[in-house]
């Protein structure tokens, strides 16, 4: 029996989105080839010309370094590392799963509710940027978490994990399927809470290899790997674009990209990771699970790979988040759309 394809919701935008998710969308128009209705707020005509011919723009100071110290310090806080002893980076939790100890490897931080984390997403600047791309401000916020990735040796030293020749590769991928005839439009980002240094590593990703896909792609072979790109890197070089802690890098979903490993002597990369999508505020479901998962702090369900902190819930640890007018609506608290007597 045929699996029956999954409904698909209208997003509150005024331009046609349609998601069945809230991770991808389709669209009549792909995002690089959008033409502006809405005038730019963040962005420059430079900048977005650059975002839709490479995949990626960096907005400078989208929040402040002071924000941005404030999440890195939480985010050896909220791990029980001590930034001067690099000896207790390395010391290794009870894991739950061999997902769990990879995500310990690669430095993700389970924490997706703290105030903190909500005043970077209901910032007006990253909100407006993210308007910028998508032509519409009625948008969702992703909840995510945070990244802090110390030298990758020891306990976590990436040759602990078992490489693969096919499917998902941490140093370079796509986090769509890009065999399939529409392509998905999906938008990420990350905010730097450190500056780039090339011995720290961090995002990488192949703007050439975006610019040239639909070129590339139909001279691929049938079967070929959807997520990992099998590229003369030569031809198509890997880049990583010089942050500063406070940066937001957005970047199209249809980049390969992926994070160099940390070979520094004691420098840790940190970020976290925001994105803004189409709200889908007829998804009931989606909607109400949000709202659920912030107002009692429960690991967000949205992605597979979100396990919470296995030591000591968030629930545990504080209380839900303040949002502002802007918050609410991010989150599908509030809707989008204006009351009766606004209108």
């Known amino acids: 029996m045929q699996t029956p394809a999954p409904y698909l919701h209208r997003a509150a935008t005024g331009r046609p989105y349609f998601s069945a998710d809230g991770e991808t969308y389709l669209a009549p128009t792909p995002l690089r080839d959008l033409e502006k209705t809405q005038p730019l707020r963040v962005l420059s005509e430079e900048d ?4 839709q011919t490479y995949g990626h723009v960096v907005v400078r100071e989208a929040i402040t370094p002071g924000e941005a110290k404030a999440l890195l310090d939480f985010a050896w806080e909220f791990q029980g590392l001590d930034p001067g002893r ?7 939790p009870e894991f739950r799963s061999e997902l769990d100890r990879h995500l310990y490897i690669y430095g993700f931080v389970e924490a997706y509710h703290h105030q903190l984390l909500w005043n970077s997403r209901q910032n007006h600047r990253v909100h407006d940027a993210f308007t910028d791309v998508w032509d519409s401000e009625e948008l969702w916020v992703t909840l995510d978490r945070l990244n802090l990735n110390p030298p990758n040796r020891h306990t976590r030293s990436r040759s602990l994990i078992e490489p693969t020749d096919e499917g998902f590769d941490i140093e370079l991928h796509w986090d769509v399927d890009t065999t399939l005839a529409v392509l998905p439009q999906r938008v990420q980002g990350i905010i730097a809470l450190t500056d780039t240094r090339p011995e720290l590593g961090g995002f990488q990703c192949a703007p050439e290899l ?6 590339w792609r139909v001279a691929r072979p049938a079967g070929r790997d959807p997520v990992r790109p099998a590229i003369d890197r030569a031809e198509f070089p890997v880049v990583r674009p010089g ?4 940066d937001l890098l957005i970047f199209n979903g249809l980049l390969a990209h992926g994070v160099a490993p940390n070979v520094s002597d ?3 990369r940190a970020v976290q ?8 505020e007829e998804h009931t479901t989606l909607r109400d699970s949000r709202v659920e998962s912030w107002r009692t702090l429960a ?4 992605n597979a790979t979100l396990l919470g902190d296995a030591r000591t819930p968030e629930a545990l640890r504080y209380g839900p988040a303040e949002l502002n007018g802007l918050g ?3 989150l599908g608290l509030d809707s989008w759309a204006p009351a009766e007597g606004d209108r």
Do not use: C, I
Not at 273 to 280: G, H, K, Q, R
């Open 48 to 51: 977005l010309a650059f975002w």
């Open 328 to 330: 609410r609506k991010l």
């Open 299 to 302: 690991t967000p369900d949205w």
């Open 243 to 246: 942050l500063q802690a406070g």
């Open 266 to 268: 004691n420098a840790v």
């Open 86 to 92: 690099p000896d207790t980076w390395y010391t290794e």
């Open 273 to 280: 990771y925001v994105s803004m999508m189409p709200a889908l």
């Open 210 to 215: 975006f610019r040239r896909f639909e070129e």
